[in-house]
Nanobody, 119 residues
Framework: QVQLVESGGGSVQAGGSLRLSCAAS????????MGWYRQAPGKQRELVAA???????NYADSVKGRFTISRDNAKNTVYLQMNSLKSEDTAVYYC?????????????WGQGTQVTVSS
C-alpha cells in the first residue's frame, strides 16, 4: 500500500523559507505526478504546485516566483522549497501523488504538515 510521508513543516516569520519533503513508500513504481496542496482554515484545499516524472511543473499563481517544486524519481520523493513566505501561505500542506494503471488513476495523500507564517 502506498504511503506518503511528509516532513519539513513548521513556523517561520514572514519573508523566511521552509522546505517540505514527501517520500512515497510501499511501491516499486514511480508516481506519475507528485505535488502539494494546501488548505487554510475555512477555505477549500487548493493546488500549490505539481511536477511530472519528466519535470513539467505547474504552480498556483499565488506562489509563482517564490516556491519551487522538484523531485527525485529514484527516491520517489518530491520537495517544495518555499521562499519569501507570507502570512497568507499559512495552511496545512498535503502531499499528493498520482499514478495511472490500465486506464485508471490512483490518487494518494499524505497526512498533512502545518506551515505557519507570522507577520
Amino acid at each position: 500500500q502506498v504511503q506518503l510521508v511528509e516532513s519539513g513543516g513548521g513556523s517561520v516569520q514572514a519573508g523566511g523559507s521552509l522546505r517540505l519533503s514527501c517520500a512515497a513508500s510501499g511501491t516499486i513504481y514511480i508516481m506519475d505526478v507528485m505535488g502539494w496542496y494546501r488548505q487554510a482554515p475555512g477555505k477549500q484545499r487548493e493546488l500549490v504546485a505539481a511536477i511530472s516524472t519528466g519535470g513539467t511543473t505547474n504552480y498556483a499563481d499565488s506562489v509563482k516566483g517564490r516556491f519551487t517544486i522538484s523531485r527525485d524519481n529514484a527516491k520517489n520523493t518530491v520537495y517544495l522549497q518555499m521562499n519569501s513566505l507570507k502570512s497568507e501561505d499559512t495552511a496545512v500542506y498535503y502531499c499528493n501523488a498520482e499514478r495511472g494503471v490500465s486506464g485508471r488513476e490512483y490518487h494518494y495523500w499524505g497526512q498533512g504538515t502545518q506551515v505557519t507564517v507570522s507577520s
